[in-house]
């Protein structure tokens, strides 16, 4: 694989890796049809795949909506913006849902155990975290002068969301939540007892994937994620007495619960493109930043969107206890919220007040400004990659989450 | 169900536990060498104890100091302050905890213990120096993987100790947020030991031990889904599947393989019924473990199938005991105590005398509307406890078996005595 090429190599098979970089945006589902395409000199071939790329932009003006984000602003002004990374990774996505689900069949004999562990696989979450890790993988990929996507590098990306949905599943046990996603969430169907096993059990059949990867530090890597996660539902357990311990919990909570989640999944990419260690830590970066970006966003919309586009009910995070960003920040102005924090809103029309004063103060647009901080500097990072229509891409994820409006 | 012996309970207020909340919750069991407590121990079972702090000397400490490292971080703290909120509620979380914390021995610890001991008993080949614990005999990753299995195992003792809340079922507010408080925590501290062992795992760098064990946790799990259950997930003894000598499974690793019989034992619906149960719930956990501990010794893989065969043997032959214990004389189960409904001595007499599931059949909702006493005197009567002996002694005899594939060390003899101990032969 051309991913296994050393830098000393690298040079002698230059020519030959040229030649397949027309393969780029290609699966591995299409790539008998690339053989015509190899007679063609390398320049060329570049040149075609830019060429490609220009024509999904273009056939991008003419769709009316990007599939599964809704931006707020009209983007046809900024020529980035419309860039469509999912469109781009088309092929690499497409199958990432079935996959994960014959991978968790193929597991067990229980029919129930199977329902259950396949309920949040049905293809209609947004696909985040496969589709920021296949992008840098390709990006990375790219910038090592690699072709393609290794098999490997794709199954992180289903590890991601596998890791997400299994901590979707128990956070259903425990926040007792009735919707998800706009359907009734598995602990509304099926008993507490076997949902909490079946998140068991996506876990360990994860497990055995990431096992299969066979690297060792990508192993560690990926199992940062769940130790993280797991400390953040803690974290969530306890709330600080100061303001300033607060946030600083607060943001440490959301690194640990979102953020590590996408750095980790994007190291775990870059480290399987053999990339070096300041090019891993860019990565990771870059992660933890739109990680983080995505939380405080959907901690603000929490506040201001409608039950029907979130697919769960608004304002649940206060009805759960929690103050998040737009609350610790509106705190500044209304000193008392913090009582009503402590008390993790419990006393009657405390969850009522607090929304109207978060609504009052400048909280939300603190929170807004805080991601689109993040944001930029996930931009800036994502400049130190090699340019591509991939790295375009990681470009235009931070715009994408900081202008959602679900 | 883990009905594990009574022993006596050391409530002796730990020195070692320097947070008083955990100490107030946890009144740890052993301070230090256990001897002393063999001394005092149940009348019913005089070897058990002295077999197992026997064999904690001679691999090295008393394998409760694998669990302190974990008892005593933050998040396992936090669990005892919450803990405390749920005293006085009745979520089976607080049984799960002080099961765990009494009675380690009889469940827990005793599964890290073996691994220890199956560990030294095989010794290690080519393995470098540093990694060796060399007045135990066994490799600090070997020692890893024996907390690792402890782990997993507790955690999931401690996320099968949910509560299935359902609507109705505790019409108080009060009660309703309590449970749900209780499955709050229950999962999170589950789920913290889980996340544990990834780590741990991980960190031993070796990705066939990680595809190993994993996929025993996903034994485990599968094993909560198997047969018929009631409302709280309890088991249900459902009608015997017909014998299937060539079993059609599509998993990638099956730890079902195949039986033909078992010693003298011919399969029947009801055994492999049993089996199956117990080989996800519990032997594929010790036996991928004691698998595990001989890969990580640089064993070849014939050898490691030995260990495997015998972690699952000894698993089974320990089921069949627990299995029994409603069963013997004396045993005040006959007034009526609820038992598992799946154990052997009720399966087998199922399959001897299928109108015992009209009795069974009025569990379906909530075993607890089954007439215990009445399945007891029943069954008591029976031929199933006789095959349960059997069983028990099948399952002894072939641990036994492997251990002799093992050269004579102080070691293979405490194995040896762990199994006798247990009441086999």
Avoid at chain 2, 45 to 54: I, L, T, Y
Avoid at chain 2, 177 to 203: H, Q, V
Avoid at chain 2, 220 to 228: D, I, P, W
Wanted: hydrophobic share 40%; aromatic share 6%; proline share 4%.
């Amino acid at each position: 694989m051309a991913s296994r090429i050393t830098s000393g190599a690298r040079l002698c098979v230059r020519a030959s890796i040229d030649k397949l970089v027309c393969n780029l945006s290609r699966s591995r589902h299409h790539s008998t049809v690339a053989a015509n395409d190899m007679a063609v000199g390398p320049r060329s071939d570049r040149l075609q795949c830019y060429q490609k790329q220009l024509n999904r932009i273009r056939s991008d003006h003419q769709r009316n909506h990007c599939r599964r984000f809704t931006t707020l602003q009209d983007t046809d002004t900024d020529s980035l913006s419309s860039i469509d990374p999912y469109r781009l990774l088309d092929d690499d996505l497409r199958d990432v849902y079935t996959d994960i689900r014959q991978e968790l069949e193929l597991n067990t004999n229980q029919d129930e155990l199977r329902t259950i562990a396949t309920y949040y696989f049905d293809g209609q979450g947004k696909a985040l975290r496969p589709m920021v890790a296949i992008l840098m993988a390709h990006a990375i990929n790219y910038h090592m002068n690699n072709n393609g996507l290794d098999k490997k590098q794709r199954e992180v990306a289903m590890i991601a969301e596998m890791i997400h949905s299994a901590s979707l599943i128990h956070d259903d046990v425990i926040d007792q939540s009735d919707f998800r996603r706009g359907k009734p969430s598995v602990n509304a169907l099926w008993s507490h007892k076997k949902v909490a096993m079946a998140g068991d059990y996506i876990l360990a059949v994860t497990s055995m994937m990431i096992a299969r990867l066979n690297h060792n530090d990508v192993t560690i890597t990926l199992s940062q994620i769940i130790t993280d996660l797991v400390q953040g539902e803690f974290m969530q357990l306890g709330s600080k007495e100061t303001e300033n311990e607060r946030f600083a919990h607060y943001l440490t909570k959301t690194y640990r619960k979102t953020a590590s989640l996408i750095a980790n999944s994007v190291k775990a990419e870059a480290m399987l493109a053999g990339a070096d260690d300041k090019l891993v830590d860019v990565t990771f970066e870059y992660g933890r930043n739109i990680g983080l970006a995505f939380q405080l966003v959907d901690d603000l919309l929490d506040f201001v969107s409608s039950k029907d586009a979130m697919g769960k009910p608004t304002a649940a995070d206060l009805k759960l206890g929690l103050a998040t960003a737009p609350v610790l920040f509106a705190c500044e102005k209304y000193p008392e919220l913090n009582a009503m924090i402590m008390r993790r809103f419990q006393e009657p029309g405390d969850a009522e007040r607090a929304f109207e004063l978060v609504h009052k103060s400048q909280g939300l647009e603190q929170t807004r400004f805080l991601a689109k901080k993040h944001c930029l500097e996930a931009t800036r990072l994502a400049g130190k990659i090699a340019e591509s229509p991939y790295q375009k891409s990681l470009l235009v994820v931070p715009d994408l989450i900081v202008n959602r409006m679900k | 169900m883990n009905t594990a012996p009574a022993t006596i309970r050391l409530l002796r207020p730990s020195t070692m536990l320097t947070r008083n909340h955990v100490a107030a919750i946890v009144s740890y069991r052993r301070p230090y060498a256990s001897s002393a407590a063999a001394v005092h121990n149940s009348q019913q079972k005089p070897d058990w104890n002295r077999a197992v702090s026997e064999a904690e000397k001679i691999v090295g400490y008393p394998t409760s100091f694998l669990s302190l490292r974990w008892l005593l971080s933050d998040e396992i703290a936090n669990v005892a302050l919450h803990l405390r909120k749920l005293v006085g509620s009745n979520h089976p979380l607080l049984k799960t905890a002080k099961g765990l914390l009494y009675n380690g021995r009889n469940n827990m610890q005793a599964w890290g213990l073996i691994v220890l001991l199956i560990s030294k008993a095989a010794g290690h080949l080519n393995v470098d120096e540093m990694e060796e614990d060399k007045a135990a005999g066994v490799l600090h990753s070997q020692r890893a993987l024996a907390e690792v299995t402890e782990m997993i195992r507790t955690s999931h003792l401690v996320h099968n100790g949910l509560v299935n809340i359902y609507p109705g079922l505790y019409p108080e507010p009060v009660i309703l947020n309590d449970m749900a408080f209780g499955n709050k925590i229950a999962l999170l501290s589950g789920d913290y030991l889980l996340s544990n062992s990834c780590a741990e795992l991980a960190s031993l760098r070796n990705q066939d031990l990680v595809h190993l064990i994993s996929s025993a946790l996903r034994d485990l799990s599968e094993a909560e889904f198997v047969g018929r259950r009631d409302s709280q997930n309890n088991p249900l003894p459902s009608p015997f599947e017909p014998l299937n000598r060539h079993f059609n499974s599509k998993l990638p690793l099956d730890p079902l393989e195949s039986l033909d019989s078992l010693g003298s034992m011919p399969l029947t619906p009801a055994l492999q019924d049993w089996t199956r149960r117990n080989v996800l719930s519990a032997g594929s956990l010790l036996g991928k473990s004691c698998q595990g501990t001989l890969a990580l010794a640089g064993h070849g893989v014939e050898l490691q199938k030995q260990g495997f065969l015998f972690g699952k043997h000894l698993s089974l032959a320990w089921q069949a005991y627990l299995d029994l214990e409603p069963f013997m004389s004396g045993s005040p189960y006959s007034l009526g105590i609820s038992f598992n409904l799946t154990s052997a001595p009720v399966m087998f007499h199922l399959e001897h005398d299928p109108s015992l599931f009209e009795e069974i059949d009025k569990g379906v909702n909530s075993v607890k509307d089954v007439d215990y006493a009445k399945i007891h005197g029943i069954v008591m009567k029976g031929p199933g406890i006789t095959y349960t002996k059997q069983l028990q002694k099948e399952h002894s005899q072939k641990a036994m078996e492997v251990l002799e594939v093992f050269e004579e060390s102080d070691a293979r003899t405490a194995l040896s005595n762990i199994i006798v101990a247990m009441g086999g032969e």
